[in-house]
């Protein structure tokens, strides 16, 4: 009895050991996912000489398929080559959305929800690699824990949509409209596009009827320097979404590539703002019960927790030079958006 005794203490000394062990080797694996990204981005800018673009427009390529190519994912990028994704009018465009994703084969559909380059170990590492959705303008999902940061006008986050300025649900991300200016705050922009004679601003012109795109920046763009500038950085998913398919669900863990409306959108980036609930405490943040915490949309105005990991006590970030920082999740949120923020003409250390 008094052995037993003492192998069962021994282990209840032991477990906790092993498991700070296992969630410090996934951790690790967490960063290295995101030096990953860094290393494609700078490994594009090398190739192309310019920054990879936000997006090209509505319902078109977005960065992580820009990406593809320099994450060993070169299959995936013929791909959205051979369907017309990153084609113009000329080219038969294909969108770049649920639709497409849920005509694709069980195999494709795998291939581009698989990626472990886009999956934190800790929070998405033993689910599938894709969802399906609450109904069929949502479809299919491909999982990614990991998305661009871009900040709006501090002091101002309304981010404004006008129909006539040939904008979209995108230029969340990419503008801020205040006193009759668009400000733009983030570290990717927007393909320049142009359109055909007679575009009228419409929906569908958003996408089938770009005439051509063209990649806007380079590093240089990064006016505080790269070694000031935070890129992507872990997304909050709240616990109570995990194997759920609902629309609510779906609107805070949906898919990476996809961009249809404007809560799907919050999945690629999302925005930095200057806000007390900045940071997620943890996946069970008792400041967001479900019932509050159910509509991102309201994030640019500060009702909605944005940054979070299911690393406790921080969130990693990517930095413009390559490296991949843990910063601690009582970090002022101003210093977030700072560091976000490519103009803001206040310099910022990092913590």
């Known amino acids: 009895m008094v052995v037993i005794a003492i192998i069962g203490v021994l282990i209840a000394l032991l477990l906790p050991a092993v498991q700070a062990a296992r969630e410090a080797a996934r951790r690790m694996q967490c960063a290295n996912n995101l030096k990953q990204i860094g290393l494609a981005i700078h490994n594009f800018h090398s190739a192309q000489n310019v920054l990879p673009p936000v997006c090209i427009h509505s319902q078109r390529v977005n960065l992580h398929g820009f990406l593809y190519p320099y994450l060993e994912l070169q299959s995936l990028h013929d791909k959205l080559t051979e369907d017309g994704c990153y084609g113009v009018s000329g080219g038969s465009p294909q969108r770049f959305d649920y639709d497409w994703f849920n005509n694709l084969t069980p195999e494709w559909r795998v291939a581009f929800g698989a990626p472990a380059v886009f999956r934190c170990p800790s929070l998405h590492g033993g689910n599938p690699t894709f969802k399906f959705g609450w109904n069929t303008n949502s479809g299919t999902s491909d999982l990614s824990d990991y998305r661009w940061n871009t900040g709006p006008l501090s002091g101002y986050v309304y981010l404004i949509c006008r129909a006539n300025e040939t904008q979209d649900w995108w230029s969340r991300y990419l503008y801020y409209y205040y006193q009759n200016e668009y400000h733009y705050r983030g570290p990717f922009r927007a393909a320049i596009t142009k359109f055909e004679t007679g575009y009228d601003g419409s929906e569908e012109g958003h996408w089938n009827r770009i005439t051509e795109w063209t990649p806007q920046d380079t ?3 990064w006016s505080d320097g790269t070694s000031n500038q935070l890129l992507f950085a872990e997304k909050h998913v709240p616990a109570w979404v995990d194997g759920l398919t609902t629309e609510s669900a779906n609107r805070w863990d949906g898919g990476y590539n996809n961009a249809r409306q404007q809560h799907d959108a919050y999945n690629p980036a999302r925005v930095v703002a200057v806000s007390a ?13 479900p019932t509050e915490a159910r509509n991102p949309e309201d994030w640019p105005r500060g009702n909605g927790q944005m940054l979070g990991s299911a690393h406790p006590g921080i969130v990693q970030f990517l930095v413009g030079d390559g490296a991949v920082r843990s910063i601690p999740i009582t970090t002022p949120p101003r210093i977030i958006w700072n560091l976000t923020c490519v103009d ?3 310099p910022a250390a990092l913590p």
């Open 344 to 346: 803001d003409g206040t």
């Open 277 to 289: 609930d900045l940071f997620a405490r943890g996946r069970n943040d008792p400041n967001r019960t």
């Open 219 to 221: 590093m240089a763009y």
